[in-house]
């Protein structure tokens, strides 16, 4: 920003706001898969001006929100002091359940969360279609991980969880479930490719769904949020055109959990 802007935001009361988001972008610039940086790789990532740069590193490593180590810096360790306080006491399920609700709300189907407990899943929260013809869904309904979509990414996610589940046989309950290891395996490693996964008729027949992932502040899968219903309603391409609408609500769960997603 020039000076003559800055003038011009300072008079309008601006600045506090522009300064915070310049102190955003350069928190925003540390990752899990660079959590140390040097000035000249902060000013890279966030493009701001190094003599901005170099001001605001300064008093965010004064005030405790990074920490230097010669000419590197990382997130300071004060920032778990406020995270602790800000985790304690939190109710994910307050989070997860309006997504839920909007979820079921704009396609008209139940929307679901799952975790993956042991070698199974179970769904923590649910909001029920309002169409009289629906998949049976409540909290507590456990399921295997190796059928449906929301087991599917809940492995993809999971490498080790995923290879002790495929070191058993996999259970048949329709006769679209996949039984065979290798093309679990295959099927896994593209979700987590694609960033989601739909199915269609694998745990009961004439029923479809599609799921995709949520992770928390370290990027570790949380769970697994679910659009789920009768394929007469849910035929696959239907799965398909909601791809984008189930990401982007996932990922609003991501945000609001103060989660991140993996680099």
Known sequence: MSSKEEQKASASG????????????????FTLKQPVLTLREIQQATG???STVQRLVTNLVANGFLDRVEDRFRIGVRMAFWAAAAAKDFDEL??????LKDLRDLTGETA?????????????AVAETHHILRREVSVGRIAPLTVGASGRVLLAWQPKLAEQVLSHELPQLTESTV???????TLIKQTHADGYAITVGERVDGAS???????????????????????????YDTCVEWVDLLVENAERITRALGGRLPD
Do not use: W, Y
């Open 179 to 185: 039984t065979d290891r290798d093309t679990m395996r």
């Open 209 to 235: 769904g599609i799921a995709a992932p949520v992770f928390d502040s370290a990027a570790d899968l949380v769970g697994a949020v679910t659009v789920q219903g009768p394929t007469l309603r849910m035929p």
């Open 48 to 50: 701001i001006p190094t």
């Open 14 to 29: 601006h600045t506090p706001l522009l300064v915070l988001g310049k102190i955003t972008e350069i928190l925003n610039a």
């Open 112 to 124: 679901c969360f799952f975790r993956a407990e042991g070698e199974v899943r179970v769904c923590i």
């Open 94 to 99: 307050a989070v997860i359940n309006p997504v």
